[in-house]
């Protein structure tokens, strides 16, 4: 049982980082498509 619960708590922490890292990584896709407009424009 006590595996269970360490292995659903690991899971846990693990989904969360990989959230972050999604956000992370659409942020900066977002921020680098702004770039290229400015750019575009300027």
């Known amino acids: 049982m006590v595996n269970l619960v360490l292995a659903d708590e690991?899971?846990?922490v693990i989904g969360g980082l990989l959230q972050v890292a999604g956000?992370?990584?659409i942020t900066?896709?977002?921020l680098h498509l702004d770039d290229r407009r400015w750019i575009a424009h300027g």
Do not use: D, G, V
């Open 10 to 12: 690991t899971f846990a």
């Open 23 to 25: 956000l992370l990584m």
């Open 28 to 30: 900066r896709a977002a």
